[in-house]
């Protein structure tokens, strides 16, 4: 009689193996990379679809409950959050003694963090005047630091997640659940009025390629380990 596996049952997989959402993930943001690049090229920002995206979205969506979850959900792209966060993901997996992927953690947040303000100073885009804004903002529209910043964070916990669990849903289910969140927050900026769609989009981007960098070389380092004690085994 053949075997029958259990429903829980699920094939592992090689943790240096990108999970498939997390590749969608990345052809995204290289595809709005070329977007926002060709826009550039052909006109000058805010773009047309800027524009009708953001006065479609007040016109055509507003809605006091909506308003309000759009204020709660935009504080989880915060620096305050996002520091917490990081703080407390990098603690937690120094306790496991994950220490790579703590130490990972922390650097992509903080570089990336860097690099976003770098940015934002260098261009210094102009916040939207189309619509009132619905939250307070005091620096520069591009790129949007939530989105980049939910991405870096969110995005990069989740990827270096997968690289310690072979369960190949549950590597599905945790990129999954952060590009929802990412997501989610940066659509709340749009919506809020206080940044340009390519804002967002250009945010979107920048963390995670940022994301996908830092899951690159920690895997990297891990096969080149793993490769390192087995060659260490084999001479013994």
Do not use: C
């Not at 809605?63 to 935009?74: F, H, N, P, Y």
């Not at 940015?119 to 885009?125: E, I, Y």
Request: aromatic content about 6%; proline content about 5%.
């Amino acid at each position: 009689m053949p075997s029958i596996m259990p429903e829980s049952a699920e094939p592992e997989v090689r943790p240096s193996a990108m999970p498939p959402a997390l590749r969608g993930a990345v052809a995204g943001a290289v595809a709005l990379a070329i977007l926002l690049i060709a826009g550039l090229l052909v006109d000058h920002w805010p773009f047309d679809w800027d524009r009708a995206i953001l006065v479609g979205l007040r016109e055509h969506a507003h809605s006091r409950a909506l308003a309000k979850a759009a204020v709660d959900i935009t504080a989880l792209g915060s620096v305050p959050v996002l520091v917490l966060m990081v703080a407390g993901a990098a603690i937690l997996l120094l306790a496991r003694g994950l220490w790579l992927t703590a130490l990972a953690v922390a650097a992509a947040g903080i570089s990336g963090g860097a690099v976003v303000t770098l940015v934002k100073n260098a261009v210094s885009r102009a916040r939207p005047d189309l619509v009132p804004h619905w939250v307070d903002v005091s620096n520069a529209s591009f790129p949007s630091g939530h989105a980049a910043g939910s991405a870096m964070v969110y995005l990069t916990l989740a990827a270096l997640a997968t690289q310690v669990t072979r369960h190949h849903r549950m590597r599905q289910a945790i990129i999954l659940l952060a590009l929802l969140l990412v997501g989610a927050i940066g659509v709340s900026r749009v919506y809020l009025g206080v940044h340009w769609p390519s804002d967002v989009a250009a945010g979107w981007s920048f963390g995670t390629l940022w994301a996908l960098g830092w899951w690159w070389a920690t895997a990297k380092l891990r096969v080149s380990w793993a490769a390192g004690g087995s060659a260490g085994r084999a001479r013994q």
